[in-house]
Nanobody, 124 residues
Framework: QVQLVESGGGSVQAGGSLRLSCAAS????????MGWFRQAPGKEREFVAA????????YYTDAVKCRFTISRDNTKNTVYLQMNSLKPEDTAVYYC?????????????????WGQGTQVTVSS
């Protein structure tokens, strides 16, 4: 059983930064693509970013390009989401997830394990 545990959420003013972490259990972390999603109140969960096995390839939704950076440290079984220039519309619960295939996907149905989420609140 894979467990994903997010941390690093909090409250910040617009323009600020946060760094989310997602620690994964298991010894096969480096074999999987990983992704970050978010869900704002009253809205569907949406794709934010994804990263391949090595961290050499990344993919972002347009709304966060040039502001967010996804990365991973396979020695620590951890994936990160550095969020800069935060906006009130970034307010959401952020989830990390394990991709069950070997290509980038923004479809949440392509991810098989999910963390419990961490709240990010950006005030204006």
């Amino acid at each position: 059983q894979v467990q994903l545990v997010e941390s690093g959420g909090g409250s910040v003013q617009a323009g600020g930064s946060l760094r989310l972490s997602c620690a994964a259990s298991g010894r096969t972390f480096s074999s999987y693509f990983m992704g970050w999603f978010r869900q704002a109140p009253g809205k569907e969960r949406e794709f934010v970013a994804a990263i391949n096995w090595s961290g050499g390839s990344t993919y972002y939704t347009d709304a966060v390009k040039c502001r967010f950076t996804i990365s991973r440290d396979n020695t620590k079984n951890t994936v990160y989401l550095q969020m800069n220039s935060l906006k009130p519309e970034d307010t959401a619960v952020y989830y990390c997830a394990r991709r069950s295939g070997n290509y980038m996907s923004r479809d949440l149905r392509d991810y098989d394990y999910w963390g419990q989420g961490t709240q990010v609140t950006v005030s204006s």
